[in-house]
């Protein structure tokens, strides 16, 4: 099965940031910060299935796809895309 959005949106796969204690108790970010890192499932823009993103939390749309969580956003709410060299910079 495969996920396609529509319009300006975009289905990303959040990155979880998770705390864990020397002795491997984890703790939980209860104050999570605004701005999230994901990759990206599905996108109708320039960006490309397995971009790395950072983006805005604000009003989310969360579904459980393929056991997977998937967090649906507006274009409008990604800040940065990641990239792993300087030189791939347009």
Do not use: H, Q
């Given at each position: 099965?495969?996920l396609?959005v ?13 705390n864990i204690t020397?002795?491997g108790?984890i703790?939980p ?11 990206v499932i599905s996108s109708?823009s ?11 939390k ?9 056991s ?6 507006d274009?409008?709410?990604v800040?940065?895309l990641?990239q792993?060299s300087?030189n791939?910079?347009?």
């Open positions: 099965m495969y396609r529509l319009s300006n949106k975009i289905a990303i796969a959040p990155i979880e940031r998770t020397l002795k108790i703790i970010n209860l104050n999570s910060p605004k701005l999230c890192e994901g990759i109708n320039e960006l490309k299935t397995g971009d790395k993103i950072l983006y805005i604000t009003e989310r749309l969360c579904y459980n796809f393929n997977l969580e998937v967090d649906i956003i274009m409008s709410d800040v940065a990641f792993s300087y791939k910079w347009d």
